[in-house]
């Protein structure tokens, strides 16, 4: 039983390329989220999903894009790569009464 | 809206003194409250949480928070800090009907032997 499982860990990118963050669960969790830290500012939540085929936004969606085709992977897509975007990127999953648990992150760079 | 405020973002402490972390919360409905830590370089532990009922909750690590809904607070607690409790800690509160999860700013936590 993995949990949550991100890749990378660490990447660094040119501004204007795109990536995907993959993040997968094993633990059949409906709900799963995508955050990203950033000093000072806790946790900002990216986008969310209740189950597979339904995504919504959260309070800093722009410039992301994610897909939730299974119960267990909900990518991450970044469409052109801006300096603004360099944080640590967590992803996490929760059957509502448990609590999420979270990744180990991914550390992203944009030059 | 949800939101979450920590209003202390250091504190320090001497081991083995007590320790009190201040979350408040605005949030329409019961809110789902949690307290998550996290050390350097690494992802987020649930330390423990509030759904419903007794409104002490006991954690991991010796933890404990107290549910205020007068006060729309959610303080997290421990008698006695030891040198490992060093760590950021996010208080965070959830949506029962989507689950979304917004976190405070943290606090950063320091001990001194």
């Known amino acids: 039983n993995a949990g949550v499982t991100q890749t990378p860990k660490f990447q660094v990118l040119k501004t204007g390329q795109s990536m995907t963050l993959q993040c997968a669960q094993d633990?059949?969790?409906?709900?799963m989220s995508w955050y990203r830290q950033d000093p000072g500012m806790g946790l900002r939540l990216i986008h969310y999903?209740?189950?597979?085929?339904?995504?919504d936004q959260g309070e800093v969606p722009n410039g992301y894009n994610v897909s939730r085709s299974t119960t267990e992977d909900f990518p991450l897509r970044l469409l052109s790569a801006a300096p603004s975007q360099t944080s640590v990127y967590f992803c996490?999953?929760?059957?509502?009464?448990?609590?999420?648990?979270f990744g180990s992150g991914t550390r992203l760079t944009v030059v | 809206a949800q939101s979450v405020t920590q209003p202390d973002i250091h504190i320090t402490v001497s081991e083995g003194a007590s320790l009190e972390l201040r979350c408040n919360y605005s949030?329409?409905?019961?809110?789902?409250l949690f307290w998550y830590v996290q050390s350097p370089g690494q992802g987020l532990q649930l330390l423990l949480k509030?759904?419903?009922?007794?409104?002490l909750v006991q954690g991991i690590k010796g933890f404990e928070a107290e549910f205020k809904r007068s006060q729309s607070s959610f303080n997290l607690r421990k008698p006695s800090v030891h040198w490992s409790d060093a760590a950021e800690y996010f208080c965070?509160?959830?949506?029962?009907?989507?689950?979304?999860?917004?976190f405070g700013t943290g606090t950063r936590l320091q001990v001194f032997p």
């Open positions: 999903s209740v189950g597979a085929g339904i995504t």
């Open positions: 509030y759904f419903s009922g007794d409104t």
């Open positions: 965070a509160v959830g949506a029962a009907s989507t689950d979304k999860l917004i």
């Open positions: 633990m059949n969790h409906e709900y």
């Open positions: 996490a999953s929760s059957t509502r009464v448990d609590g999420y648990t």
């Open positions: 949030y329409g409905a019961t809110p789902y």
